[in-house]
């Protein structure tokens, strides 16, 4: 596997339902980042990990979990989810420190989700 | 508060032709400027990224220009082909690791 891999790639949940979304990158970045694409909408930045620590919240709803084990995985955990939350759920991979590479953020295919 | 924005929204031009897609940002504290071209229901494609000391980037037929003090960034298109036919995003980074992304510019390249 090479770059930015999500699973699942399609995902329908119901209200009452608890599922995960799962990223890793392969790149040898220390930075991962989770962003909404809903309909007619620019992207949203949800969370930024920096060397496995949380740098970016962006007032997101408790519903949506953050999780950043080591600096090649991140997950999102989703609970009690609204119909409103259905998008395009991306996540990226960036260098965290200094200039190299300027942070030039990488991207994965994206899960949609669908709450139904 | 930083806002992006993306002129055209949509494009439909000739294959063959010379193109400039358009990106403008309110806070000229930018961090650095990345360039993306996403296909339907797909992810985003990394084109070109500009650090903020930078006045340019090239890569192969993609130019893209950044004048921080007018808070402006340009994507030059040369020789389009259907092939380029994508939603193309432009994307802010405004200190730390805050992203702002502009809406985006649907460009059509026809045959």
């Known amino acids: 596997e090479t770059g930015v891999t999500q699973t699942p790639r399609h995902l329908v949940m119901g209200m009452t339902n608890k599922k995960s979304l799962k990223c890793e990158q392969h790149?040898?970045?220390?930075?991962m980042y989770w962003y909404k694409q809903s309909a007619k909408k620019p992207l949203e930045l949800m969370f930024v990990?920096?060397?496995?620590?949380?740098?970016e919240n962006n007032s997101v709803p408790s519903r949506f979990s953050p999780e950043c084990p080591n600096s090649s995985h991140l997950f999102l955990h989703l609970h009690t989810l609204q119909p409103e939350d259905s998008a395009l759920y991306l996540c990226?991979?960036?260098?965290?420190?200094?200039?190299?590479?300027?942070?030039?953020?990488?991207f994965g295919p994206g899960t949609r989700l669908t709450v139904t | 508060k930083q806002e992006v924005t993306q002129i055209p929204a949509a494009l439909s031009v000739p294959e063959g032709e010379n193109l400039v897609l358009n990106c403008s940002f309110t806070?000229?504290?930018?961090?650095?400027l990345q360039w993306f071209r996403q296909d339907p229901g797909k992810g985003l494609t990394s084109l070109l990224l500009?650090?903020?000391?930078?006045r340019e980037q090239t890569s192969g037929r993609l130019n893209a220009s950044l004048d921080k003090s007018s808070g402006r960034s340009t994507l030059y298109i040369a020789a389009s082909q259907p092939g380029d036919s994508a939603t193309y995003l432009c994307?802010?980074?405004?200190?730390?690791?805050?992203?702002?992304f502009g809406a985006g510019t649907r460009l059509f390249v026809k045959a």
């Open positions: 994307a802010v980074i405004v200190g730390g690791f805050k992203t702002i």
């Open positions: 790149l040898g970045h220390n930075a």
């Open positions: 500009i650090q903020s000391s930078q």
């Open positions: 990226a991979s960036s260098q965290s420190r200094g200039l190299a590479g300027g942070r030039e953020q990488y």
């Open positions: 806070d000229s504290a930018i961090y650095n």
């Open positions: 990990y920096s060397l496995e620590e949380r740098v």
